[in-house]
């Protein structure tokens, strides 16, 4: 998915301090993406930049599409980051400068490593009545920020159910399992649903800041109750957490080590500079071979937005 915010600014990731004890409620906002969909936009907010190297978190859907309606992401770049798209329901199309071509389905991820660059199309497939999906960025650690552009799907990840409650481990380990999924940094994401309503406890990684973001239904955590498209954060030193689900709830648990490296954003671009993050801009609005092409997909390339400063 493709950052379409006009006001788009640059931001930090040192711009909030990690110093948070108790629960930290942050409420999402919607944004276009593309074609008819509105996204709920979780992170960045000014309350809080990161969740670890979690630096992006969309939640798209549930939404019904009238025949002709649906996702349609046109080419658009990125850098230094890894887009991770779970879903949940709906078919969407995904096409890169790689060359690419693979249909991502519910209960399949899609990992996309820009690293210096790589560009992409996201399109729901003309028969998708609906789509239901999390798009999460992952800022990419400095060392690894200009690493070869690469595209994984990975169809089976690791499913069972404990304390009532559906576990789909998404990123990380827990409980004995391990997902595939590669990534550069201490993370974890870990889908949780239940229809019935649960108590559950979880195992939490005291070296990791963590969140729940609500996709359905409510969650509460002592007195604190979250609803749909609400995250609640807490701070590392968390040992384990008590949490109720509401009937029909369905949520995501992300994790990750406190991500040390200054990163900026801006539109689809993550960079250790301005410098860098202008140069990027630069490459893609004047159409360079550093992005590649992507074929095989109806519609023009994204323009990106002004740069917020004299570059
Ligand atoms: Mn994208």
New binding site residues.
Partial sequence: ??NQETRSQLSSSSDCLNEVASVQRINARSAEIGGTLTVNRVLPTRQRRMIGAWCFLDHAGPAHFAPGEGMH?GA?P?TCLQ?FTWMIEGEVMHRDSLGNEQVLRPGEVNLMTAGRGIS?TEDSLPSASGLHAAQLWIALPKTHGHCDPDFTHYPDLPRWTAQGVKHSLLVGSYAGYRSAVQVHSPLLAMDLESTQGAALVLDLDPRFEHGILLLEGELSIGTEVFSENQLAYMGCGHQSLKVHLAPGCRAILLGGEPFTDEILMFW?FVGYSKAEIADAWRDWNAGDARFGRVTGYQGEPLQAPALPWRA
Avoid: E, K, R, Y
């Fill in positions: 998915m493709s992401v658009h990125h887009t992409h689809n």
